[in-house]
């Protein structure tokens, strides 16, 4: 039987319960909640719910997407700077195209979110799943942040790429370009042109090349790991016909291979020669199959290339078409 003392007890509670502002049966599950996960103690309901507070405040915690892109480059500061021209236009052409995300809390986007936000603002399999990488490094500096508990991006698949095969240049075109690079302003973009050609290098990277990562006694040209579009190291083989080319054309070690307004200039190399459109990598994808003509030898290709696997030379880089003899093949006498 309930003593008067009991009675006050219980009214003083109801009255603690109504002043949270809280329907005072919601209040008194919670209580009861409470100490269920304290086991009936009063101190380990408390710190339970202490706890769950702390808990609740760290995944609360979180920053607006525009706020996360500009950490993920800080982040990023010391990568070149194209790349980091790369990553800040596909974050902006995200919260262009993508209305109300550069508002949006990190934490809150979904995968799903992520899927439709890739397809809405870029039109191509492969700008996709370059933006998915983009995107992908957003949510990874907001994880180590402690923005968001995981990464989305992770959960949509990239797209399937249909590769198709570059045209290389024919023996006419590689004839006419080479006479045209020997006479074009005095033969500055001689050099260039034929380490593109004869030994495949990106044309990014030949324009961080100079002379001292010529190795003509060795037999090589190196190519430094902050100068590799891919990060590592590897050397390239000087093949004779290049080597004839650079022994004429070498300057002073710290001297660039390329010359100033390279790119300008380069434009300019491939109309003098009679090109009405030019594909960026074709120098490169001619010398992939020249090589592979004369060598056969996929392994070494791969070396040479600076690829991680030879699947990326068997789907698009080989065009055997044109090519089957020897001796004209660009990388022997």
Known sequence: MKTKSDRKTELAAMEVLRQTGVDVLEAALVAKRALEAGRGRVKRAVACIAAGEEELRRREKTVTFDRAVEEALEARKDRRSRTLRDFHGIARRFMRRCKGLANRRIRSISAEECRGYIREAFDTPRQRNKARLILSGVFSTACKRGW??????????????????????????????????????????????????????????????????????????????????????????????????????????????????????????????????????????????????????????????????????????????????????????
């Open 148 to 333: 968001c508990a995981e990464n989305p991006v992770r959960k949509v698949e990239p797209e399937r790429l249909e590769e198709k095969r570059i045209s290389i240049l024919s023996k006419e075109e590689i004839g006419r370009l080479m006479h045209t690079a020997e006479t074009f302003e005095g033969g500055t973009c001689l050099a260039a042109t034929a380490i593109m050609l004869c030994a495949g290098v990106r044309p990014t990277e030949v324009e961080r090349l100079r002379w001292s990562d010529v190795r003509l006694d060795d037999g090589v040209i190196c190519i430094a790991p902050h100068h590799s579009k891919t990060g590592g190291a590897r050397h390239v083989t000087i093949f004779p016909p290049l080597a004839r080319i650079l022994q004429r054309v070498r300057r002073p070690g710290d001297e660039r291979i390329c010359p100033p307004n390279w790119r300008r200039r380069r434009t300019r190399l491939h109309r003098e020669a009679g090109f009405k459109s030019w594909q960026p990598d074709v120098l490169r994808h001619t010398f992939a199959t020249h090589h592979l003509a004369t060598f056969r030898n996929y392994a070494e290709l791969q070396l040479e290339m600076g690829h991680r696997s030879a699947d990326l030379l068997r789907t698009r880089y080989i065009a055997m078409e044109g090519v089957y003899r020897r001796e004209d093949s660009l990388l022997v006498c």
